[in-house]
């Protein structure tokens, strides 16, 4: 899958104006496979999608459910090894961190989806967030 599949609707998403729950649920399912299928096994690839998110604004969209994932964020396992490589619990621990400290906007559930796909978990976007 590339990155233009993602690309595309986002350019799309910023001259309509708000986004729609539809649109959203889409584009979560597009970043989450591409997560999944992406050769790139770093971070590199969260971040060209997030450069393209900014221009999106980060209006409040909806509120996060309580889940298996959103525990507590003291005991997480390390993320990076000794020489400071992404380790895979990496992208499970995302999924307790963000709800437990950022607001609910459309990165974040995207960087969900993004993280879901790393570790290759299938929840849905309705899994994680009551929208508004």
Not at 93 to 121: E, H, M, S, V, Y
Request: charged share 30%; glycine share 4%.
């Amino acid at each position: 899958m590339c990155f233009e599949r993602i690309r595309h609707p986002i350019r799309i998403l910023r001259k309509r104006g708000p986004i729609s729950h539809k649109a959203l649920r889409i584009l979560f399912e597009l970043v989450k496979k591409y997560a999944r299928f992406h050769k790139d096994q770093s971070i590199k690839p969260w971040e060209d999608i997030k450069a393209l998110l900014k221009t999106l604004g980060l209006r409040v969209v909806g509120e996060w459910k309580n889940n298996r994932f959103t525990g507590s964020i003291d005991n997480l396992v390390s993320d990076y090894d000794e020489f400071g490589k992404v380790l895979p619990i990496h992208f499970i621990n995302q999924l307790t961190r963000i709800p437990a400290r950022d607001l609910c906007n459309i990165q974040r559930i995207l960087q969900i989806a993004f993280n879901l796909g790393r570790a290759k978990l299938n929840f849905t976007l309705d899994y994680f967030v009551k929208l508004f």
